[in-house]
């Protein structure tokens, strides 16, 4: 953990950065090759944005007003959103010679895509579009219920039998993690209270990293932990066989000490994790164009007769290259238009706080 020179500084985390890099990682490769559950790595960008939120937010001596919250994350989520749903548009039209249809309508859930509504229950019938963006909606609108009902007064307990209790419905009407766009009851969407799930042990988690940062750790013992976290994690990507399935309801729970233990930033894999600092930069950039990539390289180079496998290099180097320019050209321009577009009409002040949140 790095801590930058001035006094009223906070930590940015750049092993939780790595993490975040390597999750992003982790979705790209689930999708190209559908061989392990690299969909649980979305759960941890949701432990991770609970994280980061309440140390940026949450647990911060500077207060922040309503106005400048929606601002920040509309700032950070939209513009490359935006440009991960038109891309999609594009290329799938272009590649499939026809606009994309959904059984819920194209033109609607076009709009709630344009709105950040199309995981909210509206779409009984499946993802649509740039169907990863399905977890920006959630995380969005979890935002703002944990800056509306999320207190440092809020019980531990409390938020851990939230957790508890969303992922024992998930299990018992879905018996997997991996749901999204269902909803249960006719009320309650999945997605969301997945995501809930996940997010409220992320506050949990900062929570942990707050008492152990004041401990005095043998950095043998951090690393013991940082390996059996690891190894857990592994187990839930990797286990083979209908056992393993329903043990991946367990994920966001071994998230969240890999979480605290990673930002601790005193064992051996943190330190090593750091080094993957670059890839957490562009993962949010990584995460929605990976999608697009896939569709190119699979539709472009299928005449080659390669398999995915043997094509991953291509894959994932051509990923790299246009996610490291969309964060260039897209994010960063865009988030500091909006904020400034905010600083100018509301007078908000921006200032980079403790890292960025995963915004996946």
Request: hydrophobic letters at 50%; one cysteine or more; proline letters at 4%.
């Amino acid at each position: 953990m790095t801590m930058p020179h001035d006094n009223n500084a906070r930590p940015y985390f750049q092993a939780l950065d790595g993490l975040r890099g390597l999750a992003a990682i982790a979705v790209a490769l689930f999708h190209w090759l559908l061989s392990f559950a690299g969909f649980l790595a979305v759960d941890f960008f949701l432990v991770l944005s609970g994280f980061i939120l309440a140390h940026r937010y949450l647990y911060s001596d500077q207060p922040t007003g309503t106005g400048r919250f929606v601002l920040s994350r509309i700032a950070r989520l939209y513009p490359m959103h935006l440009f991960g749903l038109l891309s999609y548009a594009i290329v799938y039209t272009l590649l499939a010679g026809s606009i994309p249809r959904y059984p819920d309508g194209t033109l609607f859930t076009f709009v709630q895509q344009l709105t950040m509504t199309h995981n909210i229950g509206l779409n009984p019938h499946g993802q649509t579009w740039n169907v990863q963006s399905w977890s920006i909606s959630v995380e969005f609108w979890l935002n703002l219920a944990f800056f509306c009902w999320i207190r440092r007064s809020t019980s531990s307990l409390g938020l851990l039998m939230m957790s508890i209790a969303g992922l024992a419905i998930i299990h018992g009407l879905t018996g997997s993690i991996d749901t999204t766009y269902q909803n249960y009851f006719q009320v309650i969407n999945s997605g969301l209270l997945r995501g809930w799930s996940s997010f409220v042990l992320g506050v949990l988690a900062y929570r942990g990293w707050l008492w152990a940062r004041e401990q005095d750790w043998q950095s043998w013992a951090i690393t013991l932990g940082e390996c059996i976290a690891v190894l857990c994690v592994l187990a839930l990507f990797f286990g083979r066989g209908e056992s393993m399935k329903p043990m991946q309801i367990f994920a966001p729970l071994v998230f969240a000490p890999l979480v605290t233990i990673f930002a601790l930033e005193q064992g051996l894999l943190a330190r090593l994790s750091t080094r993957c600092q670059w890839l957490g930069t562009i993962s949010y950039s990584i995460y929605l164009n990976h999608l697009v990539v896939l569709m190119l390289v699979d539709t472009g180079l299928k005449g080659l007769g390669m398999s995915h496998a043997a094509l991953t290099p291509i894959y994932l180097g051509g990923l790299l290259l246009y996610s490291m320019a969309t964060y260039r050209w897209i994010e960063v321009p865009g988030r500091k238009w909006l904020l400034g577009l905010g600083s100018a009409t509301r007078g908000i002040r921006y200032a980079k706080g403790a890292g960025e949140e995963p915004g996946a």
